[in-house]
């Protein structure tokens, strides 16, 4: 069965690297016309919107910071302006200022729940109000709008040394979980994707070297994962393939969660 996203419109956060950026693509060949979001790197986002545009697709790319309100609200009308609809969010941006607890400044916490969590709240809100206006729009979608909040292993996996992070992503469940109950009866569909260790510019140094053999460890399947193992889940999620899927986390770890501590232990 072929997915096709045609005549439906995303906004991908932080798509000008890492998961948003295999996310956009995959939205694109699907067939969506996609934003593609970016904070400070504005090359590697307008180098993706130019090669969208190459292999037939339609694009934008909208500088925007996700813990900024206006900014935020901009980002939607920009696409409203240029598409005329937006049909699906996929809320990916987030970030990782990483120190122990006892040495973690008020500032670091802030940025990365403002990043992580209070970005994911704005752009869904933003989404909810303009999925609301549209409704249902006729051969579009059997939603009125579709949202996947990009979490992590780490919304269930305690991480030492990461308490903003594992904080955030933990936030991003409830959140998620809430806005689906909220919003399910108006045909509005949202869910999570929690990826496990994906070789992105987030986790350079970890997956490199004696800290990626060390990773593996974790990881039951044997790899780490691509950016495509994520991006070809949201497409399915973005779709009417999967249209009763309601509230849910896509777990993407190649097992990390399946406790691997386990393996061989009496
Ligand atoms: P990444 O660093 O390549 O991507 C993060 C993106 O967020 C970047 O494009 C960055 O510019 C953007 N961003 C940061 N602050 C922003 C802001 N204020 N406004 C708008 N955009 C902002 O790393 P990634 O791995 O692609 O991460 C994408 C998402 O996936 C994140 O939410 C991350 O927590 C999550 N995640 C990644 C992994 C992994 O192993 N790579 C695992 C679990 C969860």
Redesign the pocket.
């Known amino acids: 069965m072929q997915i096709t996203l045609e005549n439906q419109v995303a906004i991908v956060?932080?798509?000008?690297?890492?998961?948003?950026?295999?996310s956009a693509r995959a939205l694109a060949k699907a067939g969506a016309a996609v934003v593609v979001?970016?904070?400070?790197?504005a090359k590697?986002a307008r180098d993706l919107v130019k090669a969208i545009k190459q292999d037939g697709g339609q694009a934008i790319a909208v500088g925007?910071?996700?813990?900024?309100e206006a900014?935020v609200d901009m980002m939607f009308q920009k696409a409203i302006d240029t598409f005329g609809h937006v049909d699906i969010l996929v809320?990916?941006?987030?970030?990782?200022k990483d120190a122990a607890a006892e040495d973690m400044t008020l500032e670091d916490w802030n940025t990365v729940l403002?990043?992580?969590l209070t970005?994911q709240f704005l752009c869904a809100r933003a989404a909810i109000r303009q999925f609301k206006a549209q409704g249902v729009l006729d051969n579009v979608s059997r939603a009125a709008g579709k949202i996947i909040h990009?979490?992590?292993?780490?919304q269930t996996i305690p991480w030492a040394g990461h308490v903003n992070?594992a904080a955030?992503?933990g936030g991003?469940d409830m959140l998620m979980r809430t806005l689906a109950q909220e919003l399910a009866h108006q045909r509005i569909r949202i869910n999570g994707?929690?990826?496990?260790?994906?070789?992105?510019?987030?986790?350079e140094t970890e997956?490199k070297g004696a800290s990626g053999r060390k990773l593996l460890k974790l990881i039951p399947y044997g790899r780490?994962?691509d950016?495509d193992d994520?991006a070809n889940a949201v497409v399915w999620l973005a779709s009417d393939l999967s249209d009763y899927v309601v509230g849910t986390t896509l777990t993407i770890?190649g097992g990390m969660c399946l406790y691997p501590g386990f393996i061989n232990n009496g």
Do not use: C
Not at 150 to 154: D, F, I, K, Q, R
């Open positions: 956060t932080g798509a000008s690297s890492g998961l948003g950026e295999a979001n970016y904070h400070s790197k590697p925007a910071d996700v813990s900024n900014e809320a990916n941006s987030g970030m990782q403002s990043v992580n970005g990009m979490s992590s292993v780490h992070y955030s992503k991003v994707i929690a990826p496990g260790a994906i070789r992105t510019p987030i986790n997956t780490i994962g950016p994520v770890d």
